[in-house]
């Protein structure tokens, strides 16, 4: 059984916690693993958040996967790490577990923790990536820059509606006024010609 080793040092032949030894996975992934493979390693890249360490390493996983070979009586474990001191701050353990060194009744009751006995069975499943992904936090500028510009557009309208109804005021005014001019002028004209 082979079980996907994502803390693998290939050039030193051993897996971070197992005397089994990693090596790149010989036996073909199903599309549902290889398109949950492809998803996680994607969200471990997206929550990266130090621009100057390289997740090279991680990248390279994306088609190079890293797998190690469970001997008899041992499981693939997927356990739920928190590193809140380095990249990636939170995902998903990937290795080989000697039932010595983990008894079966302690991956059966926690939540952090799965143990299986499939071929890359310990891929983490859609339910388990969603864990990973972060919540786009909201943008606080943008907010505030949608919200003046509404007001803004508001202040436009409300001046333009200012405007037409001073316009219209005036131009009566200045037609009351030249009725006004017209007939003081007529009457002087009619008084004068009289």
Same mark, same amino acid.
């Given at each position: ?11 030193? *032949?051993?897996? $971070?916690?197992?005397?089994? *030894?990693? $090596?790149?996975?010989?036996? #073909? ?24 360490? #390289? ?8 088609? $190079? ?7 008899? *009586? ?13 990249? #990636? ?14 008894? #079966? ?51 436009? *309208? ?27 002028? $007529? ?8």
């Amino acid at each position: 059984m082979e079980c996907m080793d994502l803390l693998c040092s290939q050039a030193g *032949g051993n897996s $971070h916690d197992n005397n089994t *030894g990693c $090596h790149p996975c010989r036996t #073909p992934f199903t599309d549902e693993d290889k398109s949950n493979w492809i998803a996680y390693i994607d969200i471990i890249e997206r929550n990266w958040e130090a621009d100057l360490e #390289p997740f090279a390493y991680y990248s390279r996983l994306r088609t $190079h996967p890293s797998c190690c070979t469970a001997v008899k *009586g041992s499981s693939c474990r997927l356990r739920l790490i928190k590193e809140p001191q380095r990249d #990636p701050k939170t995902f998903y353990d990937l290795t080989c577990v000697d039932p010595h060194k983990l008894p #079966p009744l302690l991956c059966d009751n926690s939540a952090d923790l799965r143990c299986c006995t499939e071929n890359h069975c310990n891929i983490p499943s859609m339910e388990e990536l969603s864990l990973l992904r972060k919540e786009p936090s909201p943008n606080f500028q943008l907010i505030v820059i949608f919200v003046l510009a509404a007001f803004c557009l508001l202040l436009c *309208g409300i001046l333009s509606v200012c405007c037409l109804r001073l316009r219209r005021k005036s131009s009566k005014f200045v037609i009351h006024l030249l009725y006004t001019v017209v007939s003081v002028v $007529h009457s002087i004209l009619a008084f004068v010609c009289k």
